[in-house]
């Protein structure tokens, strides 16, 4: 089943006063489907960040459309966009975005508080998380008392609790040491294959290399795809460098 649909997407950001047009998005079309995990690569300035904050309903289309499970998100009201992403996306970021005056068990319950959710149900979604997620101990510690790894995963926590039908990742490993880096990503596919729809934006070749699909971005356009298929994670590296090198020197594109 087709869970994001995303078609002809165009975004022109016009300069202060009007002077300059900037098409950061320029015809973009796919889907992804539900349980699928796709990791989305280009270069820096290739129109990467405009697409991801567009799905994630922090900016509005020039034109085109963005639709998940049949809802269309550049057509929700103002007032609708927050409830909206806190009840269906869940969010990873490469800085974490956890509250230092919160403990992390705070942090996990904040987008539950806001839904309104009791104090009985937000604990009884979060002990299996936090077990599963290993931060079980960590609970009542504060970001500062705490690695990156185990603030990445109290993030990934705290963006599963309201069992998102999509989770946005931005750059996740992008703070992470290479210790740090494995163990997030094999989080990442162990929630995919518990049925947990994952999109990612890496400058990493290892980060999407654990993903079953990889898009290319170039000068506001997918410009290529990979899929993983059966191929080993050392073999999807290799061809994700191969493509991104035929990116960056011109080379002609496959299909």
């Known amino acids: 089943m087709t869970l994001l649909e995303v078609n002809n997407l165009k975004k022109v950001y016009t300069t202060r006063f009007g002077g300059n047009h900037v098409q950061a998005l320029s015809n973009v079309t796919f889907s992804v489907e539900q349980g699928e995990y796709v990791a989305i690569m280009g270069e820096s300035g290739s129109g990467k960040t405009t697409l991801l904050n ?14 998940l499970n049949g809802k269309s998100l550049p057509d929700l009201k103002e007032k609708e966009i927050s409830a909206f992403r806190r009840d269906n996306l869940g969010f990873v970021f490469q800085d974490f975005n956890l509250l230092d005056t919160f403990s992390l068990k705070d942090n996990i319950f904040l987008p539950l508080v806001l839904s309104g959710k009791t104090y009985d149900e937000m604990n009884r979604r979060l002990q299996p998380l936090a077990a599963k997620l290993g931060i079980l101990e960590l609970l009542e510690k504060y970001p500062y008392e705490v690695s990156g790894g185990q603030k990445q995963r109290a993030a990934v926590c705290r963006a599963l609790i309201t069992n998102p039908q999509l989770i946005l990742a931005d750059e996740p490993t992008g703070a992470l040491d290479s210790r740090a880096t494995d163990g997030l990503l094999r989080i990442f596919s162990e929630i995919n294959e518990s049925g947990q729809t994952i999109l990612m934006v890496t400058h990493s070749i290892k980060a999407a290399s654990s993903a079953k699909r990889v898009l290319f971005i170039k000068d506001g356009e997918i410009y290529h795809q990979l899929y993983k298929g059966s191929s080993s994670t050392e073999t999807m590296f290799q ?17």
Not at 54 to 67: F, H, I, N, Q
Not at 239 to 255: F, P, V, W, Y
């Open 54 to 67: 567009t799905l994630a309903a922090l900016d509005k289309p020039t034109s085109g459309e963005v639709l």
């Open 239 to 255: 061809k994700i460098s191969d493509t991104l090198t035929m990116i960056a020197t011109g080379g002609a594109r496959n299909e």
